[in-house]
């Protein structure tokens, strides 16, 4: 069955630090990947994707993420965290096995402390 | 500015009534997508329309329906509401299958 497990609920990272934020899936097929961050009272706003190419892909704000095939992870990462990435990050993905559904995870709150 | 509207914002009603929701997408997008989004369920994809036509089905229970218009605005349809349906209800919409969604910013709905 197709799942996507982030498994920390909550982040928390001092302002300049790098941040990591994790996803593992699980899926047939070749699977779309993807990160979106929701603000308070907002609707969920695209990062990145990974569909296919060059394993770390590069996204809004500084954010990045890398695609582990092996590990079946996608992991989101930041090299310097600033207080205004404090938001809800999920991530999602598109099943490549036909059925085009989509999953997202839990979601992980993160905390960027000044 | 993501481009989705989703009207109306808020919504109060009672158990069994029914709602509906509307979308209208990012202009020159294709395909809408419902999600449902609760605390103790997070976020849930509920169905896809791509040019009017259902492309992917997803925990959508049978009391809920949707369609997509000519003009590719979008409804959701809740029938017979009860309690546990109180949720926020996002619309989004991709230029096509596959590619990023751009998120409304909502319905909230409570239902009494």
């Known amino acids: 069955a197709q799942s996507v497990a982030q498994p920390e609920d909550q982040v928390n990272v001092a302002e300049g630090n790098p941040l990591t934020v994790k996803c593992t899936y699980s899926?047939?097929?070749?699977?779309?990947l993807f990160w979106y961050v929701q603000y308070p009272n907002r609707g969920l706003q695209f990062l990145l994707k990974?569909?296919?190419?060059?394993?770390l892909v590069k996204g809004s704000y500084g954010f990045e993420a890398e695609f582990n095939k092996s590990q079946t992870s996608f992991h989101l990462k930041k090299p310097s965290a600033l207080v205004s990435d404090s938001a809800l990050y999920f991530c999602?993905?598109?099943?490549?096995?036909?059925?085009?559904?989509?999953?997202f995870g839990t979601g992980t709150r993160l905390k960027v402390l000044a | 500015d993501s481009g989705v509207t989703q009207t109306p914002k808020h919504l109060i009603t009672a158990t069994g009534q029914r709602v509906t929701l509307r979308c209208s997408p990012r202009?020159?997008?294709?395909?809408v997508y419902w999600y449902q989004q609760s605390l103790d369920q997070g976020l849930q994809f509920l169905i896809q329309?791509?040019?009017?036509?259902?492309?992917a089905k997803g925990n959508i229970l049978e009391r809920f329906s949707a369609q997509q218009f000519p003009d590719l605005h979008s409804e959701l349809n809740l029938s017979s509401l009860e309690l546990g349906d109180s949720a926020l209800y996002f619309c989004?919409?991709?230029?096509?299958?596959?590619?990023?969604?751009?998120f409304g910013d909502g319905t909230r709905l409570s239902i009494l």
């Open positions: 899926v047939s097929g070749n699977p779309y």
């Open positions: 202009s020159g997008d294709l395909s």
């Open positions: 989004a919409s991709s230029v096509a299958m596959g590619q990023p969604q751009h």
């Open positions: 990974y569909i296919t190419g060059d394993n």
């Open positions: 999602a993905v598109r099943d490549g096995g036909g059925t085009y559904k989509y999953i």
């Open positions: 329309y791509y040019n009017g036509e259902e492309r």
